[in-house]
Structure formats: structure tokens, C-alpha cells
């Protein structure tokens, strides 16, 4: 135990007198640890303080027993510490890149979704897309000096008397009505002549009155007619325009007339007054749409006369002659 303590101890002799040794061929150099181990380790004011005549002291100086080294299970575990830490890290950084991704592909959805509900929108209720359409509305160009356009056919519903070949049976049909009090007009179409009695507002209605002339023993028929424009023929926007303000004031009163002529309360006086306005309003000085429009102003005011049968019996006299001028007008 002696011996042991022993080499892990340095005797260190102060004042001892150094002869100089003479170094060999032979000799080593000291070794700069043993060297570094061997400088003494007193403090320098302690050094100073020694006299210069005190004898030879002699000390040991302890070495501190080596502590073991890390051996290789402890570095090994404290590699594959940090091997973990960075794996550990890179992984942070992929949950990191995968939430952003995340993140920015939901809102680019939110935001394509709400462009295509902006763009696929059908409902233009909105104060811009109002103003936008009244803005073409108002931007739609006015027709060309000698412009003209088409007229569409005029379909109407006639309760009918009989059909001939030849005009002079037709007319003689055409008396014998009248001599019962009845209105009735020849109208030809297609090489035939027609004894029309009655113009109705639709074919349901034509022959339920075709029916109240059966009723009084009056062998009569049902039948639709289209009155179109000769071929090629057009008129220009104005005349179309009156046109169209006439068609309308004779389907209104055929309307009402059916209704008198059927005992249906229906009241259509403000329509009907509203018809005339507006057509009085197209025509001006047109002199060939006032003539066409005449028989039409006369049956209004008869219509608002009354709501009895007479009533639409005379209303129809004049709507009678109407269908007359128009087919000549439009020929």
C-alpha cells in the first residue's frame, strides 16, 4: 500500500544545491509533460517569501488518482443521442413543410371555390349586374334609315258560318246571317271563302260560342286562321311597332267579347283602355294604320257599354271588319 501511494507521489526538494550535469550522447531530453509535472506548484507569494538561507525543505505532492475513461458503451449511447436528436429534428422539419402544405392547399380551395360560385352565379340581382344590363338596354343602337324587318302572323280563333268555292255563295251566306241579326264577314284564304261569324280569344273558348249557335239552331264550326304578310314583304320598325300596338287591342277585345258572349264575369275595361292608349300613341299620322285601327277604336267603345250578348254581338261587328282591313293591309 506503501509502495502504491508512493507512485502517485512527487517529492519536490526547495534550496537543494544543482550540479549541472554533463548530457551524453546518450542522454534524453526530458519530456515536456515530466517537465510541466515537475515545476513547482506553490504559490509565487509563498515562493518569494522563502529566505534565501533556509535549509533544504522536502515535501510530497499527491497526485490525484486518473480518472477512468469513458468507455465505449457510454460513447456509443451518447452517439446515438445525438443521431436520434437529429433525426428527431429533420422529422419536426417534415411535420412542419406537411402542415404548411396543408394550410395552403385549403385555402387555395377556399379561394377557387369562391371564384367559381362568383362566376357560375345565375342569379344577376346585384345593383352592378342590374346597372349593367340597363346600360345595354341603353346602349342598343337605333335602326338604320331603310331598315326593314318581318311581321309575324296573326293567329286567330273564328267560330265560322260555312265555306265555299265561289264568292257569290259566300255572300249569299253572308246575307242570310245578317237577316237573323247575326255579324258575319267573307274571308278568303287559300282560293276558299269563309263565312266567319265570331272571333274568339282562344280555340277552347271558339268553340264553346260555336256551341251557343248550335244552341239556336245556327249549323256553325270552329276553326283557327293565320293571317301572315304576302311573301317577301316587310315593313319597317315604326310600322311594326304600330302594328303590334293594333294586334294587341284586338286580342283584348276578343277577350272581352267572349266573355260577354259566354256570361263570364270578367272585367278587362283597364286593359282594354291601356290598348287604346298605347295605340293611339303608335299610329300619329300614320293614315293606312288609322284605317286598319278604325273598326278597333269603334269596338272599344262599344264593349264598355255593356256586358251583355247585343254587347258583344255589335263588339264583333266591328272586330269583323278589323280582320277585313288588316288582310288588306298586310297583303
Same mark, same amino acid.
Given at each position: ?20 550535469? !554533463? ?70 422539419? %417534415? ?21 367559381? *360560385?362568383?362566376?357560375? @352565379? ?7 349586374? @342590374? ?27 273564328? &267560330? ?34 269563309? &263565312? ?19 244552341? *239556336? ?8 286562321? @293565320? ?6 314583304? !316587310? ?21 272581352? @267579347? ?18 287604346? !292608349? ?13 284605317? &286598319? ?8 267603345? &262599344? ?26 293591309? %298586310?297583303?
Amino acid at each position: 500500500m506503501d509502495k502504491l501511494e508512493r507512485r502517485n507521489t512527487i517529492t519536490i526538494t526547495l534550496n537543494e544545491d544543482i550540479k549541472p550535469k !554533463k548530457q551524453g550522447k546518450s542522454a534524453k531530453a526530458p519530456d515536456r509533460q515530466e517537465a510541466a509535472e515537475q515545476k513547482p506548484v506553490q504559490p509565487v507569494e509563498e515562493m518569494q517569501e522563502t529566505p534565501a538561507d533556509a535549509g533544504e525543505i522536502e515535501f510530497d505532492w499527491k497526485l490525484p488518482a486518473e480518472e477512468p475513461a469513458l468507455n465505449k458503451q457510454q460513447n456509443s449511447i451518447f452517439s446515438e443521442n445525438v443521431k436520434q436528436k437529429k433525426v428527431f429534428r429533420k422529422g419536426r422539419g %417534415i411535420q412542419h413543410l406537411f402542415v404548411i402544405v396543408t394550410i395552403a392547399v385549403l385555402i387555395g380551395s377556399g379561394f377557387t371555390y369562391i371564384a367559381l *360560385k362568383t362566376i357560375t @352565379s345565375k342569379d344577376p340581382s346585384s345593383k352592378e349586374a @342590374s346597372a349593367l344590363l340597363e346600360n345595354q338596354a341603353e346602349t342598343v343602337p337605333a335602326p338604320a334609315a331603310g331598315e326593314t324587318v318581318a311581321v309575324s302572323p296573326l293567329k286567330i280563333s273564328m &267560330v265560322q258560318g260555312g265555306v265555299f268555292s265561289n264568292k257569290e255563295a259566300a255572300e249569299k251566306g253572308k246575307q242570310l246571317f245578317h237577316s237573323k241579326g247575326m255579324p258575319a264577314i267573307v274571308f278568303v284564304q287559300q282560293e276558299k271563302y269563309y &263565312v266567319l261569324l265570331f272571333a274568339g280569344d282562344n280555340l277552347a273558348r271558339t268553340k264553346r260560342i260555336a256551341q251557343e249557335y248550335r244552341n *239556336k239552331g245556327i249549323d256553325s264550326y270552329w276553326k283557327e286562321f @293565320s293571317l301572315e304578310t304576302a311573301k317577301g314583304r !316587310k315593313v319597317t320598325p315604326a310600322e311594326a311597332k304600330e302594328l303590334e300596338a293594333v294586334r294587341t287591342l284586338y286580342r283584348e277585345l276578343a277577350t272581352s @267579347s267572349s266573355a260577354h258572349m259566354l256570361a263570364a264575369k270578367e272585367n278587362h275595361d283597364a286593359s282594354i283602355q291601356h290598348a287604346v !292608349k298605347q295605340l293611339k300613341q303608335a299610329t300619329g299620322d300614320d293614315k293606312g294604320i288609322q284605317k &286598319v285601327a278604325g273598326p278597333l277604336l269603334k269596338a272599344a267603345e &262599344v264593349n264598355g257599354s255593356g256586358e251583355s250578348v247585343k254587347t258583344a254581338l255589335e263588339t264583333q261587328e266591328q272586330l269583323l271588319n278589323f280582320l277585313l282591313a288588316y288582310q288588306d293591309y %298586310i297583303k
